[in-house]
């Protein structure tokens, strides 16, 4: 079947530079405040007497929203138009962003925060569907170098900037200010979004969103996340797992006999007999399962076991989150030549940084090493979160169909929240069950390895995909590979 939006009119490098920016700006909004909230939470519990249930909401309201919509959302993308989504999601996220900075209870804060998970979760996957509509060849892959700069920055430095905001302006302001500094910025990028991203029409004929195929993924997706961010509720909440798995399984049996019928599925599983397309998002799950906690729990050891201000252990992340910036342009580069060999150094040089940062630790503790040594390791950190997003972005969706590029953006990003969260939840959990027989040097150190054990499995996928036989001919090589403008 045909793609239901008309193919757009050739662009030149600049309508293409301003179509980037146009999408990374949002995307950066949207992604910071994934992580800026993590050292807002004793302010918002201060200034608000929040409870313990209600500031966990804080953090489980945006994460299951974002989570749950983003097939749905790529998938409505590729149909209806990216562009219509992508701007509804900039005003949702706008007034979101509204509603939590005003709060007066914790009540409106998590229906705020809720809304900007549903805002990011229409953002998110038309960026990726329209790097892949608008860019080929190598500019499809700097553009996702770009993307995967802004994705390592802004998960890093959403703590920093986050902690500058609350040491300037005071816990209440400050926690305040987190979600305000949203509107300005959200209202400029709606602007150049009318003005830049070109307009499409869709092709007249039937719309056809599986309704059922989103239901039961989004609930399946929803039963997953459940239970790791609420794990506070027992041990009956893990019986969610089985609900999402059957959910999960129910939904693909759903999808292959819908397509037998001569339907279009919400997303077509021959998507995933792609075998770039389903190592790469097996690899980047697994991958954001361990990185996506380091933050975290650097965070709650420099606070709580070091005894630091929230300002000092966000702007650790702070030069990671700059190199990653930095490396993350010439890696997209970089696989056109040496294709998976780039992810597999950058999770090599990653794991490296983790552990020098236990030897840096160990170091502080018993050496009366100044905490500084730690931007040296993590800068390790940074280079390799720089170095395993473009390349993984760009490789996976070298053989995607266009007009399967929303969905398979969707699916690609539902793997990192799901192993975002779980990774959370599991890291968390190491470091307070060892923290409960131990210090809080000991588990930092378990949790370290912990992260470091998931990044070995990450690179073994990542070996396993650079190892596998290519089919001869054309697509052969990293560079042929990726479609030619």
């Not at 060892?434 to 998931?454: K, N, P």
Request: net charge positive; aromatic share 8%; proline share 6%.
């Amino acid at each position: 079947m045909s793609s239901p939006i008309s193919a757009p009119e050739p662009l030149t490098p600049r309508e293409r530079s301003k179509i980037l920016w146009v999408l990374l700006v949002p995307l950066f909004m949207a992604l910071v405040s994934v992580s800026i909230v993590n050292v807002a939470l004793p302010a918002i519990q201060a200034d608000l007497h929040a409870s313990s249930s209600a500031l966990q909401w804080v953090l489980t309201g945006f994460a299951l929203a974002f989570g749950v919509l983003l097939v749905a959302s790529g998938r409505a993308g590729d149909i209806f138009g990216r562009r219509k989504l992508f701007m509804a999601g900039i005003i949702l996220f706008a007034v979101a962003s509204l509603v939590c900075g005003l709060a007066p209870n914790t009540t409106v804060l998590n229906i705020g925060r809720v809304a900007q998970g549903l805002g990011s979760g229409l953002i998110n996957p038309q960026s990726v569907g329209m790097i892949q509509q608008y860019f080929h060849g190598p500019a499809r892959a700097k553009a996702f170098g770009m993307l995967g700069a802004v994705v390592g920055v802004a998960v890093a430095i959403g703590p920093a900037f986050g902690g500058f905001l609350i040491g300037a302006l005071g816990d209440g302001p400050g926690w305040r200010a987190t979600f305000l500094i949203n509107v300005p910025t959200a209202a400029v990028a709606l602007l150049l979004a009318a003005l830049w991203l070109p307009r499409q029409k869709r092709k007249p004929g039937r719309v056809d969103m599986d309704p059922v195929g989103v239901i039961l993924f989004g609930l399946g997706i929803l039963a997953l996340l459940f239970p790791f961010v609420e794990s506070r509720l027992g041990p009956l909440v893990w019986l969610s797992l089985l609900l999402g798995a059957l959910l999960l399984f129910a939904w693909t049996r759903w999808e292959a006999r819908y397509k037998s019928r001569g339907h279009e599925p919400m997303v077509d599983l021959d998507l995933f007999r792609i075998a770039s397309f389903s190592y790469g998002s097996a690899m980047i799950t697994v991958y954001f399962l361990g990185m996506t906690s380091v933050w975290v729990v650097l965070a709650m050891y420099v606070q709580q076991g070091l005894g630091r201000t929230a300002l000092e252990a966000g702007m650790l992340s702070l030069p990671a989150a700059l190199m990653s910036a930095v490396v993350a342009p010439l890696a997209g580069r970089g696989v056109l030549r040496f294709g998976r060999l780039v992810i597999l150094a950058g999770i090599a040089c990653a794991m490296t940084g983790l552990l020098t940062t236990i030897g840096v630790v160990y170091g502080v503790v018993h050496f009366d090493w100044n905490i500084s040594w730690l931007y040296l390791t993590l800068l390790l950190v940074g280079v390799g979160q720089g170095s395993v997003m473009p390349p993984n972005q760009t490789l996976s969706f070298s053989e995607v169909p266009l007009k399967f590029a929303g969905a398979a953006g969707g699916v690609m990003q539902t793997g990192q929240r799901v192993g975002t969260a779980v990774g959370t939840a599991v890291i968390t959990a190491v470091a307070f069950g060892v923290l409960a027989r131990s210090d809080w040097d000991t588990a930092f150190t378990m949790s370290v390895l912990t992260i470091v054990a998931v990044l070995v499995i990450a690179f073994v996928i990542a070996l396993l995909d650079h190892r596998r036989p290519k089919p001869p001919g054309p697509t052969t090589g990293p560079l042929q590979q990726i479609p030619a403008e």
